[in-house]
């Protein structure tokens, strides 16, 4: 699984990129996505869950590790959500602008985004793409819905 993470704020533009093994999960209404973020020592992994509704109106994202976030991005609609950082919690507006859901048998992709408030101003503009293949029969022992 490829997943690149854009960030936009006060005029210049950022990029994560990320590529890792995970799972892919459909619960008859949303995806859901596991995988963990190895992080540089001593700092523990970041366990991530990302869950989207099928029909792209809402994403959860949830970190749990040395901190613990919950993102909510709902189309359309600006939720109040925890961060937490290693200085403390941090309370912020996230306002969810798109989603996109592209999916196959063996690949797929997911792309959302979403703005980010602290205080009331607009603190970035983002946007994740999640890019993915299922792993044939032949590439794993049991396919688990490995990505």
């Given at each position: 699984m490829d997943i690149t993470g854009t960030q936009f704020a006060n005029g210049r533009s950022g990029r994560v990129q990320l590529t890792t093994m995970g799972t892919l999960r459909d619960d008859g209404t949303a995806y859901i996505i596991k995988y963990t973020e190895e992080q540089d020592p001593p700092t523990e992994p970041?366990?991530?869950t990302v869950?989207?509704?099928?029909d792209g109106s809402a994403v959860e994202m949830t970190r749990s590790g040395a901190f613990d976030s919950c993102l909510m991005?709902?189309?359309?609609?600006r939720n109040l959500c925890h961060y937490?950082?290693?200085?403390g919690s941090i309370l912020m507006g996230v306002y969810g602008r798109e989603s996109e859901i592209v999916r196959s048998e063996a690949s797929g992709r997911f792309t959302f985004r979403y703005d980010i408030d602290v205080n009331g101003s607009l603190a970035?503009?983002?946007?994740?793409?999640?890019?993915?293949?299922?792993?044939?029969?032949?590439?794993?022992?049991e396919n688990k819905g490995e990505i």
């Open positions: 970041v366990n991530v869950r989207i509704q099928k991005i709902e189309k359309s609609k937490n950082t290693p200085f970035s503009k983002n946007t994740v793409d999640m890019k993915f293949r299922v792993k044939r029969k032949s590439e794993s022992k």
